[in-house]
């Protein structure tokens, strides 16, 4: 570094208001991105929480009506199964790609040939939009055109691949299409745990003579355990905020088969003109954060203060 | 393979071990590549379908070795298609994500910058809350802003305008860059700081010699992760823009919408493709910050 730059002239004694205000550069520097963060935060919250709690529909009005939407919005079938979608989606997904993930990272840890081309491989999907790989995926899905058609054409005449085209089903689309997308950030963190591990403790039990599978499942995996929470809070993050990936694959189709809460919202607030209640199940979307990332911070605080007092 | 078992034949245990090597090598290269081909196949799909021509793509289904070879459809996806009535293709669009992407990143960087230089090497008392407290805009879901931004904009003039999306992009944004910045910042010795302020250096100073020479790596991974992250973005999109105004994301979705029949992949394809290459190109040539600020993101 150029430590050159450090021998600066001395400043001429500054006035004591000069250095009144020096003291304050810090503070003026932070405060327009904290002024915008605590309106982001907190008072846009407080307003959605209102405006949940109020009689709007086509405009925000202030009526007070109490939890009356809340009420509604837990009656309704469509919530139902946005939730619902939600539940089965964030399972399937978070294990889906959780295990491909460690598979792929323990296969690359194995001192592979052109781990730089095959981590490039698997992880670009997450560098594209989920409104590109919606649009692409979907007409993969599409029978007439996609899979289906291609493996009849293969001599398979009886084939049948119309995930989307059945309510039943469609949910497995988007799911499938999710662990596609984000299989590869799993593996990514995996990697990264993987190469953390104490070389010395792997050499400790091969000398021992545990076969690699028990080193695997005895010394290594349970030393990354925490790297297994955060994928599954980021992905539990991603799998509530769900809106794009649906939007662009199946648009909550067939008729509102895989309805998910953030589309739920976005129906509700722009295309019926139900503010209020789209902001009761913004709210619960929010709460559904809350219990997830409450709790995980709280870990990792308490985590790190205990790392601290053993030194 | 087989030859090696042959020499070392004359010892059935040291052969039976290279057998099992090389069989152990050959299952790990046949499992990463059949995900690498399960990876691969939809942007093969993509771009073949690009550049076949659309009577090829009917008479043989999406999936399929292109027999035909233009490049009419990114023509006609870049500039001429009609969606809605207009007939300008993406290249609207695609500016719009550009104009709205280049400055929100920017800014947005440059205040994580100097936020996490405050929060790192000026903290005062109670700065660690304040930090804490900006932690949470992380976490928001864009659900919850949507109405307050929609009164925001409309008291503002800023309705289905790309200046309102960049405003919401910085104002999003600020969370994650200062979190960057910050936990990089930390990391710079204190020593070097205290040394500047004797020899009379101030805030500024100490910031643009000292603090911007190391700061590239982290910038770079603050750049990208917003840049993608603000072209990829749909939501605001679809909200608060519509028609010329919109980002590529959102007009991709109008775009594909378009009639169940006769549906042209050719063009739709090269359309997805424009959209999806600005990320694409970064993740290619900046793969390695990417991911950094992936696992940044993730495990802080």
Known sequence: ?311 | MAEISLNAGHDPEAAAATRQYFWNRFLIYAVLTLFAAIYLAPLLVVVFNSLREQSEIARNGLISLPRSFRLDAWAEAWGTYCVSGTCEGMKRNFFNSLWMAIPATVISTLLGAMNGYVLSKWRFKGSEILFNLMLLGVFMPGQISLMPWAFLLGKLGLTNSTYGLVLIHVVQGISFTTLFCRNFYVSIPDDLIKAARIDGAGFWRIFRKIILPLSPPILIVTVIWQFTGIWNEYLFGVVFTSGQQQPITAALVALTAGGTTARAYDVMSAAVLIGALPPLLIYLFGGKYFVRGLTQGALK
């Open chain 1, 1 to 311: 570094m150029s430590t050159h730059d450090l021998t600066v002239p001395v400043a001429a004694p500054a006035t004591p208001w000069r250095e009144r205000l020096d003291t304050m550069v810090p503070i003026l520097v932070l405060a327009p991105s904290l002024a915008a963060s605590f309106i982001y935060v907190f008072v846009f919250t407080l307003w959605t929480l209102y405006l949940s709690l109020s009689n709007s529909s086509l405009m925000p009005t202030y009526g007070f009506v109490g939890l009356d939407n809340y009420a509604s919005l837990w009656a309704n079938r469509r919530w139902n199964i946005a939730y619902t979608n939600l539940f089965l989606f964030s399972g399937f997904y978070i294990v889906g790609s959780m295990a491909i993930g460690l598979l792929l990272a323990i296969l690359i840890d194995q001192r592979v040939r052109g781990e730089a081309v095959w981590r490039t491989i698997f992880l670009y999907p997450l560098a594209v939009s989920f409104i590109v790989t919606g649009t692409v995926w979907s007409w993969l899905y599409n029978p007439v055109d996609g899979i289906q058609a291609f493996v009849r054409g293969l001599g398979w005449t009886d084939f049948s691949f119309a995930l989307t085209a059945n309510r039943n089903t469609a949910i497995y689309a988007v799911i499938i299409t999710g662990i596609w997308q984000s299989s590869g950030f799993a593996m990514a963190l995996f990697l990264a745990g993987l190469r953390s591990v104490d070389p010395d403790l792997v050499k400790a039990a091969q000398i021992d003579g545990a076969s690699v599978s028990r080193i695997y499942r005895r010394v290594i995996l349970p030393t990354i355990a925490p790297i297994f929470l955060a994928v599954a809070v980021i992905q539990i993050q991603f799998a509530i905020k769900t809106f794009d990936l649906v939007a662009a694959l199946t648009r909550g189709g067939p008729g509102v088969s895989t309805t998910f809460p953030a589309i739920y919202v976005y129906d509700l607030m722009f295309q019926r003109g139900q503010i209020g209640e789209g902001a009761a199940a913004a709210m619960m979307m929010l709460a559904a954060l809350a219990v997830v990332l409450v709790p995980y911070s709280l870990w990792i605080v308490w985590r790190r203060r205990a790392e601290g007092r053993n030194g």
